[in-house]
T-cell receptor, first 115, second 116 residues
Framework: SQQGEEDPQALSIQEGENATMNCSYKTSINNLQWYRQNSGRGLVHLILIRSNEREKHSGRLRVTLDTSKKSSSLLITASRAADTASYFCATDAFLTQGGSEKLVFGKGTKLTVNP | NAGVTQTPKFRVLKTGQSMTLLCAQDMNHEYMYWYRQDPGMGLRLIHYSVGEGTTAKGEVPDGYNVSRLKKQNFLLGLESAAPSQTSVYFC???????????????FGDGTRLSIL
């Protein structure tokens, strides 16, 4: 079952504009992560935000987390054509073996940045 | 430093054939995962391992088996391939830190598998 759901499913913008993607999840979490996937490649980790954090920055990326609304947003500022990719949020979910955890991924937002 | 390497990159099988997908990581990570990615479905966890010699079921384990005889390798087996197993398979690894096991995952570039 999906823990995280991204919105919108697809987003098309012009180079230089900002892109905002949202993620909603269902249960309490310890952390939420964002990943990028370029076409034909594996996922690449972008940023991790813990449940006690509200905002985190990394270069042109800004992630917010609202645990009361069970939602997160990823903002890419001054987008470039190279930012064209699919973006996934992932939240942790407890498993039974030894208290270990796994990530549950959403279905992703496909971002297209037009030159 | 290669990171996570998956072999093969592409494979076409006939229904009923068997094969093994190999994942190797050179980062000394404790945790390893196998996912499948299908259009519109996101990534779904098949099996995972929390250390050498351990394996556990994920969300969609049926039809697959795994082994982790060495810390750096995680094998995914299809005993009798079915068309429903046509997918892109990704392996990932992550390290164990004092802050907890759910650290960022490092992914390979996938194996594209078609079952005819």
């Amino acid at each position: 079952s999906q823990q995280g759901e991204e919105d919108p499913q697809a987003l098309s913008i012009q180079e230089g504009e900002n892109a905002t993607m949202n993620c909603s999840y269902k249960t309490s979490i310890n952390n939420l992560q964002w990943y990028r996937q370029n076409s034909g490649r594996g996922l690449v980790h972008l940023i991790l935000i813990r449940s006690n954090e509200r905002e985190k920055h990394s270069g042109r990326l800004r992630v917010t987390l609202d645990t009361s609304k069970k939602s997160s947003s990823l903002l890419i500022t001054a987008s470039r054509a190279a930012d064209t990719a699919s973006y996934f949020c992932a939240t942790d979910a407890f498993l039974t073996q030894g208290g270990s955890e796994k990530l549950v991924f959403g279905k992703g937002t496909k971002l297209t940045v037009n030159p | 430093n290669a990171g996570v390497t998956q072999t093969p990159k592409f494979r076409v099988l006939k229904t009923g054939q068997s094969m093994t997908l190999l994942c190797a990581q050179d980062m000394n990570h404790e945790y390893m995962y196998w996912y499948r990615q299908d259009p519109g479905m996101g990534l779904r966890l098949i099996h995972y391992s929390v250390g050498e010699g351990t394996t556990a079921k994920g969300e969609v384990p049926d039809g697959y088996n795994v082994s982790r005889l060495k810390k750096q390798n995680f094998l995914l087996g299809l005993e009798s391939a079915a068309p429903s197993q046509t997918s892109v398979y990704f392996c990932a690894s992550s390290e164990l830190k004092p802050t907890g096991p759910n650290q960022p995952q490092h992914f390979g570039d996938g194996t594209r598998l078609s079952i005819l």
